[in-house]
């Protein structure tokens, strides 16, 4: 469990998933399953001090560690929570929900409560975009099994599905609309 948190940094191609997102200044994120923070800190740069970044991970470890290193002076938020529950957010608060490699452990009953918490938290017509490791075999990641095509994750979720890049040898992102 130690380095679930750096699972994916370093397989990502991040220039790609930060193009696609079109992160502007001001927005608010939330970095579901943030592990060791490596994406907030990339999104914080993007929204700027106007923006805010929630870091959200039910690691207390990751999260402490995650708020030692930031500090006090950061957009950054970092918070210990579970996105298939509800959180403090604010209803119609956050701009982008973003999960990366996570969706994949989630029980049926842990996806209708994520879908339920992403759109009570996300605005009018703001994006979720997850990440998947793609449903074949690969060196590393979950049995092949637990995973999700595009297509079984666009059926899994009602949001509004817009694109699919891939994002890394073995990775995909689906980016959803809320409407």
């Known amino acids: 469990m ?8 370093g397989l990502l191609n991040n220039k790609i998933i930060i193009i696609n997102l079109n992160i502007s200044p001001g927005q608010t994120i939330l970095d579901a399953g943030c592990g060791n923070g490596y994406m907030a800190k990339k ?5 700027g001090n106007t923006g805010k970044i929630y870091a959200l991970d039910p690691d207390n470890r990751l999260i402490a560690s995650l708020k030692k290193e930031i500090g ?3 957009n950054i938020i970092a918070f210990v929570g ?3 529950k509800r959180t403090e957010l604010k209803d119609s608060s956050v701009d982008l929900v973003y999960l990366s490699t996570v969706f994949h ?18 605005k009018h017509e703001a994006q979720l975009a ?8 690969t060196p590393f990641g979950p049995p092949v099994e637990m995973r999700s095509s595009p297509e079984e994750l666009r059926n899994r979720l009602s949001f ?6 891939e994002v890394g040898e073995h ?3 689906q980016l959803f609309t809320k409407i």
């Open 105 to 122: 452990i989630f029980s049926d009953i842990q996806i209708a409560g994520f879908e339920n918490e992403v759109n009570r938290i996300l």
């Open 2 to 9: 130690n380095n679930m948190g750096k699972f994916s940094e």
């Open 43 to 47: 999104f914080s740069k993007l929204v």
């Open 130 to 137: 997850i990440i998947n490791i793609n449903k074949e075999d």
């Open 82 to 84: 579970d996105i298939t």
């Open 160 to 165: 509004v599905p817009k694109k699919l890049i």
């Open 171 to 173: 990775f995909y992102m």
């Open 72 to 74: 006090k002076e950061s």
